[in-house]
């Protein structure tokens, strides 16, 4: 075989085999997406920041030490607040609801011009079941 001539390697011969990892493959540049027009700050289960839509396009609009607060903020959350039994202490509640007040001055500024920001501080709400509303 001379050098060059080509080896057939079947059907996959462009491809290098190559297997990424779930970290390796979230490192890939990716084509940007569109900006959103409004984001929504809510806490939310198994998420590191609470800003929806989640993704690059919405943390990348907001500054990173903001984006640090949040994720801090998200924590507290995650580990004080159970999903059937609500938060765990009432200090935990007020010091949560007390930062969330800085934190949405904070994105709201951070965000005039880029988008808009909605709030829902949904575990602040007091619970209802179907019954506690007629339709």
């Known amino acids: 075989m001379g050098p060059d001539d080509e080896t057939d390697e079947g059907p996959d011969s462009g491809w290098f ?5 779930p ?3 979230a490192c890939l540049s990716r084509v940007p997406e569109e900006p959103p027009t409004v984001v929504t700050l809510a806490p939310e289960y198994c998420v590191d920041v609470p800003l929806w839509p989640l ?3 919405t943390d990348n609009l907001v500054p990173p030490a903001l984006l640090e607060k949040l994720m801090a903020w998200q924590a507290l959350f995650d580990n004080n607040f159970h999903y059937k039994t609500g938060w765990l202490s009432e200090d935990a509640k007020s010091r949560w609801a007390a ?3 800085g934190l949405e001055a904070e994105l709201r500024a951070a965000l005039a011009g880029k988008a808009e920001v909605v709030v829902d501080l949904w575990p602040l709400k007091p619970d209802e079941t179907p019954d506690d509303n007629p339709a």
């Open 55 to 57: 993704g690059d396009a």
């Open 99 to 101: 930062e969330a007040v």
């Open 17 to 21: 085999g190559l297997v990424l990892t």
């Open 23 to 25: 970290e390796q493959y």
